[in-house]
C-alpha cells in the first residue's frame, strides 16, 4: 500500500510554520487530555493537536475498519496492535483530510471545533501502556568509552560485544512521559578509597541520549522471527532519557547488572513518529564486523539519519547545549535488536518498548552522556552562567531533541525534558 501520507508536495489548511517538527507528512500519535477533561489518542499537525476520538465518530475514518471506541481510549496499545495495513490507512486518511485542497473538514466550523485543539491547551500523557521495556547498548562509541574508563584501552570492548546486540530488561513502571520532574534517586555507593558503602542521594546523577521503538505483537511464546522480518513488527520511535545513577550503578551491577541505579526513571517523548513517516530518511549503518547468520541483513540501508541533540537549561533560563549527536551511528540495528530479542522464542507485544542504548557518535561534543563528556567527571564543563558540570545539579532540565531533514520536508520529534528535583530523605 502506497505511504500517501508522505507527499512532499502536500499542505495542509492548517497553519505550519517553516521548520516546525510536525508538518501533514508527519502524522505521530500521542494521547492527551483536553481542556474539557476528556482523554482521548491524537495527531499532531503544526500547534494543533488532532482529536481522533471526535474524528473518528464523526464519520472521517468512514470506510476504515475500526472499532468504535479504538481512539477512544488512554493508550495506543489495541491501535498498534491492529497493524501496519491499519496504521497506514489511517495515517493516508488523516493526510487526505487535513490536505488544504479537502473541503470537508476546513469548511465544517463545528466539527473543527471538537477535533482541533491549541497543542498548548492539552495535556500530554505517556502514548502507551508499557508492559515490558528493554534497553539495549548498541552504541560502539558508547561502550568503547565506557569500557575505556572502567577496563582500559586493551579491553574496551567485552568479547560477545560485536557479537549480538546487548541489552537488559529495565523497569517499565518508571517510565515516564515528557515534563515529567524526576526526584535524585538515593541508594548505595562505595566512595573512592573507602571498603564500606553509604547510602543517599546520588552524586553522579546523568542521562543517557536515545531513542527508543514500540513495537506491535510480534510472536508467540517459543517462536522466534527473523532479521528481515522484525522491521513489520515496528510501529514508531520515540526520543528517550533512560537516566542513570552512576555511583550507585558502578557499586551494584557486579554481578547481576543494572538495578537501582537505572530503574527511577526514564523519560519519554509523547508523540510516536512512526516508521512509514521515517521511510525518506533511511539511510546504511554502520559497516559491521562478521555477524551470525540469523543477525545477517539483506539490506544494508537499515538506519535512519535522525539528528539528535541533548541541552541543559540552569534555573535561570540559560540553555546550555551539550551534544550533537545522531540515531545512525548505532552499531546494531533496531531489526538486529528485536530479531535478537526474539531469538530464544521470547514473545513480545503490542506497546512493548526497546530502547536504543546511549547514542554516542566519534566525537567528543557527539558523547551522548555526561559519564562521556566529563569523562567519568575528570572534565567539567562550564555553562553559560560560569557554573560547572560533571553531572545534573538539582533544578536542572535536561532536554533532548530530535528530527529528521531533507530538500523537501523535515519530521521531528518534539523534545523530551524532565527537570530534576532534590532527593526524598529516607526515615529510619
Known amino acids: 500500500m502506497q505511504i500517501a501520507a508522505n507527499n512532499p508536495n502536500r499542505e495542509s489548511w492548517l497553519n505550519v510554520a517553516k521548520g516546525c517538527d510536525f508538518p501533514i507528512q508527519n502524522i505521530p500519535f500521542g494521547v492527551f487530555i483536553t481542556k474539557d477533561d476528556i482523554i482521548t489518542i491524537g495527531t499532531r499537525i503544526g500547534e494543533y493537536a488532532i482529536d481522533l476520538g471526535a474524528f473518528h465518530q464523526l464519520g472521517y475514518f468512514d470506510g476504515i475498519p475500526l472499532t468504535d471506541d479504538m481512539f477512544m481510549q488512554d493508550s495506543l496499545n489495541d491501535f498498534i496492535s491492529d497493524g501496519r495495513k491499519t496504521w497506514r490507512l489511517v495515517r493516508n486518511r488523516i493526510a487526505e483530510v487535513f490536505d488544504s485542497k479537502n473541503p470537508s473538514l476546513r469548511d465544517n466550523l463545528k466539527h473543527r471545533e471538537v477535533i482541533i485543539f491549541d497543542v498548548n491547551e492539552v495535556e500530554m500523557l505517556l502514548p502507551i501502556s508499557v508492559g515490558d521495556y528493554t534497553d539495549f547498548y548498541s552504541s560502539k562509541e558508547h561502550a568503547t568509552n565506557v569500557g575505556m574508563m572502567f577496563r582500559g584501552a586493551d579491553n574496551a570492548l567485552m568479547p560477545n560485544w560485536l557479537q549480538m546486540p546487548i541489552g537488559y530488561h529495565g523497569r517499565s513502571s518508571s517510565v515516564v512521559v515528557s515534563g515529567t520532574k524526576i526526584r535524585r534517586p538515593s541508594g548505595q555507593t562505595l566512595p573512592n578509597g573507602e571498603r564500606q558503602p553509604v547510602f543517599g542521594p546520588t552524586k553522579a546523577l546523568d542521562m543517557e541520549l536515545e531513542t527508543a521503538f514500540i513495537t506491535t505483537d510480534v510472536n ?150 555526561m559519564l562521556e563528556l566529563t569523562w567519568g567527571g575528570k572534565e567539567p564543563i562550564t555553562l553559560k552562567d560560569g557554573t560547572t558540570r560533571t553531572f545534573f545539579n538539582d533544578g536542572d532540565n535536561v532536554i533532548i531533541r530530535g528530527y529528521c531533514k531533507n530538500d523537501t520536508v523535515r519530521i521531528g520529534f518534539g523534545k523530551c525534558t524532565g527537570k530534576i528535583m532534590p532527593a526524598i530523605k529516607l526515615k529510619k
Open 220 to 369: 508467540n511464546l517459543g517462536e522466534p522471527i527473523s532479521v528481515d522480518d522484525a522491521s513489520e513488527y515496528i510501529f514508531g520511535m520515540v526520543l528517550f532519557n533512560d537516566w542513570s545513577a552512576r555511583d550507585i550503578q558502578k557499586w551494584e551491577y557486579v554481578p547481576l547488572g543494572p538495578f537501582l541505579g537505572k530503574s527511577f526513571a526514564s523519560s519519554m517523548s509523547p508523540w510516536i513518529v512512526t516508521m512509514d513517516a521515517l521511510e525518506p530518511f533511511k539511510c546504511n549503518g554502520p559497516k559491521q564486523e562478521d555477524t551470525l547468520p540469523y543477525l545477517r541483513q539483506k539490506s544494508f540501508e537499515n538506519s535512519y539519519d535522525i539528528k539528535l541533540q541533548a541541552a541543559v537549561e540552569t534555573e535561570n533560563g540559560d540553555l546550555n547545549l551539550l551534544t550533537e549527536t545522531n540515531f545512525n551511528y548505532l552499531y546494531w540495528t533496531m531489526a538486529q535488536q528485536l530479531a535478537h530479542h526474539t531469538s530464544n522464542g521470547c514473545n513480545v507485544r503490542a506497546g512493548d518498548l526497546m530502547g536504543s542504548g546511549t547514542i554516542s557518535g566519534p566525537t567528543k561534543n557527539s558523547y551522548g552522556s
